[in-house]
């Protein structure tokens, strides 16, 4: 079954040159010129996957991932976000705070766009085979649902933060090493990106998130990786 795909950009050059790039890799394309008409265009046809660019008049992009990401039925899209502006990591963090699962720099070149989509897709793929909740520590964990509670109270984490939370723990005991968490929770290749730093904000984020208790259960080894304990 193909893939559908919402595509977003007010570029229209991007737009359809985007479009066809990925309708020539057998994925069905919607496109949409801004934030307002792509809200329409996703209760319309459901997609699997929306790319938008950051920066559109009205609804930009970073306000139409929180929408989606907020939206009953909507939540578990993943959503990429693309760039035309070099920003810095705090930025890139601000995006994945607002529920971005991905975020690219423009001019975007295709191949690594795909392989981006690939990998987030098999991500969340991944996730939605594990329907059983996870019950540890006193956290229940839906994969499905992409939620966790601790004592009945909600832990509001970021995408990255779960999908972070899910390696540790259906590996639990494993030491999960760097370039490991940054290939399959980020989609990066560890040949061009092997920055610890991404990983450490992330967990130290998530430890604090979790509470004393259990975020010391999540143990780092120095030059190594992370493990849950």
Same mark, same amino acid.
């Given at each position: 079954? !193909?893939?559908?795909?919402?595509?977003? $950009? $007010?570029?229209?050059?991007?737009?359809?040159?985007?479009?066809? /790039?990925?309708?020539?890799?057998?994925?069905?394309?919607?496109?949409?010129?801004?934030?307002?008409?792509?809200?329409? +265009?996703?209760?319309?046809?459901?997609?699997?996957?929306?790319?938008?660019?950051?920066?559109?008049?009205?609804?930009?992009? !970073?306000?139409?991932?929180? #929408? +989606?990401?907020?939206?009953?039925?909507?939540?578990?899209?993943?959503? *990429?976000?693309?760039?035309?502006?070099?920003?810095?990591?705090? $930025?890139? +963090? #601000?995006? /994945?705070?607002?529920?971005?699962? $991905?975020?690219?720099?423009?001019?975007?070149?295709?191949?690594?766009?795909?392989?981006?989509?690939?990998?987030?897709?098999?991500r969340y793929e991944g996730v939605a085979e594990k329907t059983e909740k996870i019950r540890k520590l006193g956290m229940v964990i839906d994969p499905g649902g992409r939620s966790v509670t601790?004592?009945?109270?909600?832990?509001?984490?970021?995408?990255?933060?779960?999908?972070?939370?899910?390696?540790?723990?259906?590996?639990?005991?494993?030491?999960?090493?760097?370039? /490991?968490?940054?290939?399959?929770?980020?989609? /990066?290749?560890?040949?061009?990106?092997?920055?610890?730093?991404?990983?450490?904000?992330?967990?130290?984020?998530?430890?604090?998130? +979790?509470?004393?208790? *259990?975020?010391?259960? *999540?143990t780092s080894v120095t030059g190594h990786g992370y493990k849950f304990d």
């Amino acid at each position: 079954m !193909f893939k559908k795909i919402l595509l977003v $950009d $007010d570029d229209k050059l991007v737009l359809n040159s985007t479009r066809r /790039y990925l309708e020539g890799q057998g994925f069905n394309v919607a496109a949409a010129g801004n934030g307002a008409e792509a809200v329409a +265009l996703a209760r319309e046809s459901r997609p699997d996957l929306v790319i938008t660019d950051a920066e559109m008049k009205g609804l930009d992009g !970073f306000a139409l991932c929180k #929408a +989606l990401k907020e939206t009953e039925g909507f939540s578990g899209i993943p959503v *990429i976000i693309m760039s035309g502006r070099k920003v810095s990591e705090e $930025d890139i +963090l #601000a995006g /994945y705070n607002r529920g971005a699962d $991905d975020y690219l720099i423009k001019p975007v070149s295709f191949p690594v766009l795909l392989a981006k989509m690939k990998a987030v897709l098999r991500r969340y793929e991944g996730v939605a085979e594990k329907t059983e909740k996870i019950r540890k520590l006193g956290m229940v964990i839906d994969p499905g649902g992409r939620s966790v509670t601790l004592k009945g109270e909600v832990v509001n984490l970021t995408r990255k933060e779960f999908d972070l939370l899910m390696a540790l723990i259906t590996e639990e005991g494993r030491l999960l090493s760097v370039p /490991y968490l940054l290939e399959t929770v980020w989609g /990066y290749d560890p040949a061009s990106y092997n920055d610890p730093h991404t990983v450490g904000v992330h967990v130290s984020s998530l430890r604090k998130k +979790l509470g004393a208790e *259990i975020g010391a259960h *999540i143990t780092s080894v120095t030059g190594h990786g992370y493990k849950f304990d």
